[in-house]
């Protein structure tokens, strides 16, 4: 009964009676006590091949490759990430969302989930080349835009 009487230390005390702290985005988990994670090799490489694809395409654009159909090619926003988009391929039509993967593994893995077999998933490695990617890119997003043009003239 007497331990429940004992008097807080101060420190404690301004500790409990401080306002609240605002919440971080990123609150660090007990286990890291408080260190920020560090990113394995696998997202730097997907990081790398975005930026890659990035430029592979805008090159390409600038330098005329796209066809007449095809207006630009544009990262999609934190909301279509969450749900397997990384890029948007915008044409005169509609848009067609593509997929970045920086292995063949990966790209069977996002292929393997039924909600995402419609989105079209490039593979980007340091093994293949730049117009290896961009002609990949264009075959993949050519043959959707023909699904979609027989669709629209479809009775």
């Known amino acids: 009964m007497v331990a429940y009487f004992r008097r807080i230390p101060l420190s404690r005390k301004r500790e409990q009676e401080a306002p609240p702290r605002p919440r971080l985005l990123y609150e660090?988990?007990?286990k890291r006590n408080g260190i920020?994670?560090?990113?394995?090799?696998?997202?730097?490489r997907g990081v790398a091949a975005e930026e890659r694809f990035v430029r592979i395409c805008a090159e390409a654009q600038r330098a005329g490759k796209f066809p007449a159909w095809?207006?630009?090619v544009m990262r999609g926003s934190n909301l279509a990430d969450a749900h397997g988009i990384d890029f948007l391929a915008r044409t005169s039509l509609d848009f067609i969302p593509i997929q970045v993967k920086s292995s063949?593994?990966?790209?069977?893995?996002?292929h393997a989930q039924a909600d995402r077999r419609h989105i079209i998933c490039i593979v980007i490695n340091n093994r293949l080349t730049d117009e290896d990617i961009f002609r990949t890119t264009l075959e993949e997003v050519s043959h959707v835009w023909?699904?979609?043009?027989?669709?629209?003239?479809?009775p």
């Not at 920020?36 to 730097?44: E, M, Q, T």
């Not at 023909?146 to 479809?154: G, L, N």
């Open 28 to 30: 660090p988990g007990p």
């Open 36 to 44: 920020p994670r560090k990113f394995n090799d696998g997202y730097l």
């Open 70 to 72: 095809l207006r630009a």
């Open 104 to 110: 063949w593994v990966g790209k069977e893995k996002f």
């Open 146 to 154: 023909e699904m979609m043009c027989r669709a629209r003239a479809a």
